[in-house]
């Protein structure tokens, strides 16, 4: 596989994760902080005062 498709496939799998903590965080109440990390790149899923999810994405 040549680098150009692995990369694609590494972002395919990084925004598959986020979906998936997403509907974790939605089913466990309780849990309240996630990271997922591609490249130079960092998102986090949290939970604020009221108990919304959040998204923050930023670089490194």
């Known amino acids: 596989m040549n680098k150009r498709l692995k990369k694609k496939q590494a972002y395919k799998n990084y925004i598959r994760d986020i979906f998936n903590g997403y509907e974790k965080m939605i ?11 591609y490249l130079k790149e960092e998102t986090i899923i949290y939970r604020d005062e009221e108990n919304l ?3 923050l994405t930023r670089d490194k």
Do not use: M, S, T
């Open 27 to 37: 089913i466990q109440p309780d849990l309240k902080e996630l990271k997922f990390e």
């Open 53 to 55: 999810i959040r998204f």
